[in-house]
């Protein structure tokens, strides 16, 4: 069965940066994309950008272009997102989603990964 | 950007009873990139509909997604106990973007 599986809570001082980490099972890795999507506490979702795991084109959102890179390693079946100069608005948990293509809903999701933003 | 609106924001219900979600767009959603996914405390979002109108696999047949253009709903049949969740709708076009969600609360 399809799985993705996230790295553990995180706890950051405001400017740093955290790597989040999302491995898949259950599926061809290569033939899918993966989308990451923010929930800060008690808000809503928000969409933050979407990487081929074919041939890593990415597409990010305007709000965080400069701030995020995701990337893949097809290796291991593991996507990544790193946010950079990190505040206290980035607050949230992060999660991954299985996503065809660019274009496509979201499938499958990862169980989340809380990353705190704290001096 | 496509702004998604929701409403209600809050739907008090007893199980049994109709659930009917709005979900109306700042404009058009292109060849219907409309989904909807329910998400319950601690865990992450699940697809109930894509397509505007068609079901997730393994989703049951008493949900069930209608609209095109700017206007589209979410129905629930009949509530079933596990159903009580916060409802988000999703225009999934180059740049997704999510509903503020609506709240199904038992009455």
């Known amino acids: 069965q399809v799985q993705l599986v996230q790295s553990g809570a995180e706890v950051k001082k405001p400017g740093a940066s955290v790597k989040v980490s999302c491995k898949a099972s259950?599926?061809?890795?290569?033939?899918?994309?993966i989308s990451w999507v923010r929930q800060a506490p008690g808000q809503g979702l928000e969409w933050m950008g979407w990487?081929?795991?074919?041939?890593?084109?990415?597409n990010y959102a305007q709000k965080l272009q400069g701030r995020v890179t995701m990337t893949t390693d097809t290796s291991t079946s593991t996507a990544y997102m790193e946010l950079r100069s990190l505040r206290s608005d980035d607050t949230a948990v992060y999660y991954c989603?299985?996503?065809?293509?660019?274009?496509?809903?979201?499938?499958?999701w990862g169980q989340g990964t809380l990353v705190t933003v704290s001096s | 950007e496509i702004v998604l609106t929701q409403s209600p924001g809050t739907l008090s219900l007893s199980p049994g009873e109709r659930a009917t979600l709005s979900c109306r767009a700042s404009?058009?959603?292109?060849?219907?990139?409309l989904a909807w996914y329910q998400q319950k405390p601690g865990q992450a979002p699940r697809l109930l509909i894509y397509?505007?109108?068609s079901r997730a696999t393994g989703i049951p047949d008493r949900f069930s997604g209608s609209g095109s253009g700017t206007d589209f709903t979410l129905t629930i049949s009949r509530l079933e106990p596990e159903d009580f969740a916060v409802y988000y709708c999703?225009?999934?076009?180059?740049?997704?973007?999510f509903g503020q969600g609506t709240k199904v609360e038992i009455k």
């Open positions: 989603a299985r996503t065809y293509s660019s274009g496509q809903p979201f499938d499958y």
């Open positions: 259950g599926y061809t890795f290569t033939s899918y994309g």
């Open positions: 990487i081929s795991a074919y041939n890593g084109n990415t």
């Open positions: 404009q058009s959603v292109s060849s219907s990139y």
């Open positions: 397509g505007a109108s």
């Open positions: 999703q225009q999934y076009g180059s740049s997704p973007t």
